[in-house]
Protein backbone atom coordinates (compact mmCIF):
# COMPACT_ATOMS: atom_id res chain seq x y z
CA UNK A 1 0.00 0.00 0.00
CA UNK A 2 1.03 3.50 -1.01
CA UNK A 3 0.12 5.57 2.51
CA UNK A 4 2.56 8.33 1.70
CA UNK A 5 -0.10 10.34 0.35
CA UNK A 6 -3.19 8.68 1.03
CA UNK A 7 -3.10 7.95 4.69
CA UNK A 8 -5.28 10.59 5.97
CA UNK A 9 -7.83 9.90 3.08
CA UNK A 10 -11.27 8.64 3.40
CA UNK A 11 -13.55 7.35 0.19
CA UNK A 12 -17.08 6.66 -0.22
CA UNK A 13 -17.49 3.92 -3.06
CA UNK A 14 -20.42 2.72 -4.85
CA UNK A 15 -18.15 0.22 -6.79
CA UNK A 16 -16.11 -2.98 -5.02
CA UNK A 17 -13.10 -2.53 -7.59
CA UNK A 18 -12.90 0.56 -7.38
CA UNK A 19 -13.10 -0.15 -3.70
CA UNK A 20 -10.39 -2.12 -3.49
CA UNK A 21 -8.21 -0.11 -5.51
CA UNK A 22 -8.65 3.14 -3.45
CA UNK A 23 -7.67 0.96 -0.06
CA UNK A 24 -4.81 -0.27 -2.13
CA UNK A 25 -3.93 2.82 -2.34
CA UNK A 26 -4.16 3.45 1.13
CA UNK A 27 -7.67 5.11 1.50
CA UNK A 28 -10.10 4.43 4.33
CA UNK A 29 -12.68 3.21 1.86
CA UNK A 30 -16.75 2.98 2.93
CA UNK A 31 -18.05 0.69 0.58
CA UNK A 32 -22.31 1.47 -0.13
CA UNK A 33 -24.27 -0.32 -1.13
CA UNK A 34 -28.15 -1.95 -0.42
CA UNK A 35 -26.41 -5.25 -0.37
CA UNK A 36 -24.81 -5.07 2.91
CA UNK A 37 -23.51 -8.32 2.97
CA UNK A 38 -21.79 -8.10 -0.28
CA UNK A 39 -20.12 -4.68 0.80
CA UNK A 40 -19.36 -6.46 3.77
CA UNK A 41 -17.36 -9.20 1.75
CA UNK A 42 -15.24 -6.24 -0.02
CA UNK A 43 -14.27 -4.75 3.45
CA UNK A 44 -13.04 -8.26 4.56
CA UNK A 45 -10.58 -8.08 1.51
CA UNK A 46 -9.97 -4.57 2.26
CA UNK A 47 -8.88 -5.39 6.07
CA UNK A 48 -7.27 -8.65 5.10
CA UNK A 49 -4.97 -6.58 2.67
CA UNK A 50 -3.85 -4.53 5.28
CA UNK A 51 -6.61 -1.64 5.13
CA UNK A 52 -9.01 0.35 6.54
CA UNK A 53 -12.80 0.04 5.23
CA UNK A 54 -16.63 -0.12 6.15
CA UNK A 55 -20.08 -1.40 4.80
CA UNK A 56 -22.36 0.84 4.63
CA UNK A 57 -26.02 -0.22 3.67
CA UNK A 58 -27.32 3.11 1.71
CA UNK A 59 -30.49 2.63 -0.94
CA UNK A 60 -28.87 5.66 -3.01
CA UNK A 61 -32.34 6.62 -4.24
CA UNK A 62 -33.30 7.56 -0.95
CA UNK A 63 -31.67 10.46 0.74
CA UNK A 64 -32.16 10.59 3.99
CA UNK A 65 -30.88 7.16 4.12
CA UNK A 66 -27.60 8.59 2.06
CA UNK A 67 -27.59 11.55 4.76
CA UNK A 68 -27.61 8.74 7.57
CA UNK A 69 -24.88 6.72 5.62
CA UNK A 70 -22.50 9.74 5.41
CA UNK A 71 -23.11 10.41 9.35
CA UNK A 72 -22.19 6.60 10.06
CA UNK A 73 -18.88 7.13 7.29
CA UNK A 74 -17.36 10.44 9.04
CA UNK A 75 -18.08 8.94 12.44
CA UNK A 76 -16.63 5.55 11.89
CA UNK A 77 -13.65 6.33 8.97
CA UNK A 78 -13.56 9.96 9.57
CA UNK A 79 -14.12 13.11 6.89
CA UNK A 80 -14.89 11.47 3.29
CA UNK A 81 -12.06 13.35 0.79
CA UNK A 82 -13.46 11.32 -2.24
CA UNK A 83 -16.74 10.23 -3.53
CA UNK A 84 -17.03 7.88 -6.35
CA UNK A 85 -20.68 7.47 -7.35
CA UNK A 86 -20.43 4.14 -9.88
CA UNK A 87 -23.75 3.12 -8.39
CA UNK A 88 -26.69 2.37 -10.83
CA UNK A 89 -29.78 0.39 -11.91
CA UNK A 90 -31.01 -0.50 -15.85
CA UNK A 91 -34.88 -0.86 -16.63
CA UNK A 92 -33.86 -2.33 -19.90
CA UNK A 93 -36.89 -1.30 -21.41
CA UNK A 94 -37.74 1.41 -24.80
CA UNK A 95 -38.19 4.80 -23.38
CA UNK A 96 -42.01 5.20 -24.40
CA UNK A 97 -42.61 1.99 -23.06
CA UNK A 98 -41.17 2.58 -19.57
CA UNK A 99 -43.64 3.03 -16.90
CA UNK A 100 -43.55 5.70 -14.31
CA UNK A 101 -41.82 3.55 -11.69
CA UNK A 102 -39.35 2.38 -14.25
CA UNK A 103 -38.37 5.69 -14.81
CA UNK A 104 -38.26 7.00 -11.28
CA UNK A 105 -35.98 4.37 -10.11
CA UNK A 106 -33.51 4.90 -12.56
CA UNK A 107 -33.82 8.81 -12.59
CA UNK A 108 -34.07 8.28 -8.48
CA UNK A 109 -30.15 7.07 -8.43
CA UNK A 110 -29.04 10.45 -7.73
CA UNK A 111 -28.56 11.30 -4.10
CA UNK A 112 -25.03 10.68 -3.67
CA UNK A 113 -23.93 12.82 -6.81
CA UNK A 114 -25.19 15.51 -3.85
CA UNK A 115 -23.64 14.50 -1.22
CA UNK A 116 -21.23 17.49 -1.37
CA UNK A 117 -24.35 20.00 0.09
CA UNK A 118 -23.74 17.98 2.82
CA UNK A 119 -22.44 20.40 5.84
CA UNK A 120 -20.09 17.63 6.95
CA UNK A 121 -18.81 17.06 3.28
CA UNK A 122 -18.58 21.45 2.76
CA UNK A 123 -16.37 21.71 6.38
CA UNK A 124 -13.92 18.54 5.22
CA UNK A 125 -13.61 19.96 2.13
CA UNK A 126 -13.17 24.16 3.28
CA UNK A 127 -10.64 23.06 5.78
CA UNK A 128 -8.86 21.18 3.10
CA UNK A 129 -8.98 23.65 1.04
CA UNK A 130 -7.67 26.41 3.32
CA UNK A 131 -5.12 24.36 3.77
CA UNK A 132 -3.32 23.93 0.90
Known sequence: MNKSTTMERVAIVTGADIARRLASDGLAVAVADRDEPACQAVVEEIEAAGGRGLAVRVDVS????????????????????????????IRDNLLFRMTVEEWDAVTNMKHFSRIRRDPGMDAALNAREEKS
Do not use: C, K, S
Not at 62 to 89: K, R, S, Y
Open 62 to 89: DEQAVQDGVEQIVTQLGEPTVLVNNAGI
